[in-house]
């Protein structure tokens, strides 16, 4: 999934992202930048993320502006 950090609180761990496609709100797990190139998070940060189970955003990663969909930017194309 993608969206956006709308908030995050470095000293607690929680935040929140706002999912692109439906607009809905997902807690971060506690565990969702372990492993990760991220050491904080700050609004408006685009992600791509997993949900867990329990509905929690988790395994929180980058992409670039063409694998998100971003309107603007063309589709991936694959080339070898």
Known sequence: MQGVIKSYDPGSGDGVVLCDTDLAEYDLA??????????????GQRVIFDLTTEGLATHLRLGSEVDMGTPGFPPASSSN
């Open 30 to 43: 506690s565990d969702a930048i372990a492993g990760s190139v991220f050491r904080m998070l700050r609004q």
